[in-house]
């Protein structure tokens, strides 16, 4: 897909009805119920309190295809702002067309320009096609370290 095909921005208010499609049929791929008025006013906290950059990429018609959200983190040890790339989720019908590439290189440019120390994200080793893409984007996997998780 060429890039002028289609357009990576940042989210903003006016594109909360778009985002929230795409953020609630993310949750349900992941198994979670459908909510789009929880959807809606999680992603509108998100924007109007800065607490994390999301971008959306439309097709030439204006149709949002997908999203990829990110949240700060700091990494003590480099003294460095990192980026958790949290969130990605292109629309079935779009996959396939570097979509997701696209999404990804947009992550990366903000993290250059924040001069931070990288991105960072977690996937299901069952995830065959995230694990792959994200190789082909070159991430690379840590095999070295344990990830725990704590919640109530």
Do not use: C
Not at 132 to 152: G, I, M, P, R
């Amino acid at each position: 897909m060429h890039q002028a095909q289609h357009k990576i921005r940042k989210a903003e208010t006016h594109d909360i009805d778009a985002l929230t499609q795409l953020f609630d049929a993310y949750r349900v791929f992941y198994e979670k119920e459908s909510d789009l008025p929880a959807a809606k006013t999680f992603l509108l906290e998100r924007i109007k309190n800065n607490d994390s950059e999301i971008f959306i990429a439309f097709n030439a018609e204006n149709i949002a295809m997908g999203f990829v959200q990110l949240y700060p983190l700091f990494s003590s040890t480099r003294m460095k702002r990192l980026w958790l790339l949290n969130d990605l989720y292109v629309q079935p019908g779009y996959r396939g067309k570097k979509v997701s590439v696209a999404l990804i290189e947009k992550a990366k440019e903000v993290s250059r320009n924040s001069k931070a120390a990288g991105l960072m994200l977690e996937t299901a080793k069952s995830n065959l096609i995230g694990n792959s893409l994200y190789v082909a984007t070159d991430f690379v996997l840590d095999e070295e370290h344990n990830y725990y998780s704590w919640s109530e």
